[in-house]
């Protein structure tokens, strides 16, 4: 991090953007779902996603694109599946529903699949994996989002950064949790360099004539314009694969929006509702029991000797260590636990902006 930066405890953090919601409206349980999704992004070290998240949900909120008053209907259901509408609510309460339901049907058929329509940006989704690791079980979880991924040999934005997620118990420390986009970068890192001023990385994103672009401010710019996108896994052509990363986008799209009769590709740019901006997009959350196939305790033995194999494995040289998916962001946690979490100015500006406008006098922050 820059020396402008400043650290705050995340404990302040959490109850900052708890107060945040609760000022414009959201329900106080609601709220504290929200704010522990958005402490626990940044406490993994994925500073994309955490208090950086809160000024753009707070003028989504205040602009009526999302209810914040969040109303969950059930469309279809049965023993192991469920077909939920989120309304325009908030993502992270609906998420948190979703998963919860899923986990409730696997704890007692073995198995849980719950699709979710209407929804909207629900932070990180390892977090919702964390909710089945933590019961014992290996979560999945998709979700579409704002076209940002060209096909390939295409240079059109037409498929969301898309993550497909995963996560499963270990009888170590941590669990083990990939959670990451179907695109090399995301929107939320490209902001990320955009706040200080950092050019990014190449072979990362291009414009809508297949060249390479590295300033994320001109970035931002021209995906508002529909003129960049930000390349899948795998890059740019087939030459490295890039069909890979654009087939998973794929896959992640169908599981979020055809099995939920939801909103796909373009459509989740936006539309207008009565009058009303709305920014949808679809999830699918799935649970998956252990216990049901053979003891947890035997799984999370084999799980974490496939993880100290790994880790184990021969290394190349000059490097000093082999890590497993799960593993930094349970090592930065422990960090930032002890350190803090960073704020760079244009973070500052924006706590600043929300304490004020919602009179959150009782918070002393260092700047």
Known sequence: ?????????????????????????????????????????????????GIQRCKMYYDRIKEGIYEAKTKVDIIKEGPTTALLDGNCGMGHVIAYKAMKM??????????????????????????????????????????????SIPPTFGSEPMLGTNPLTFGAPTDEEFPYLLDCATSIIQRGKVEVYARINKPLPKNTVIDDKGEIMTDPNEVLDQMLERKAALLPLGGKGEDTAGYKGYGYA??????????????YLQDTLGMVENGQKRLKVGHFFLAINIDNFIGVKSFEKTAG???RELRNSRRIPGEQQIYTAGEKEYL???????????LNKSLQKDIKIMQNELGLSKYKFPF
């Open 1 to 49: 991090m820059l020396e402008e930066s400043v650290y705050v405890d995340a404990h302040t953090l959490e109850s900052f953007m708890r107060d945040v919601f609760i000022g414009l409206e959201v329900p106080k349980e609601d709220a504290g779902i929200i704010a522990n999704v958005l402490i626990t992004s940044d406490l993994r070290g994925i500073e994309s996603h």
């Open 102 to 147: 899923a986990i409730d049907k696997a704890k007692k058929y073995g198995i849980g699949a719950v699709a979710v329509r209407n929804s909207t940006h629900f932070g990180i989704a390892g977090y919702y994996s964390l909710m089945a690791i933590k019961e014992g079980m290996i979560g999945l979880v998709t979700t579409n989002a704002r076209p």
């Open 250 to 263: 794929t896959v992640v799209e169908l599981l979020s929006a055809a099995l939920q009769e939801g909103i």
């Open 305 to 307: 000797n496939i993880m």
């Open 332 to 342: 930065a946690e422990i960090d930032k636990k002890n350190t803090g979490i960073p």
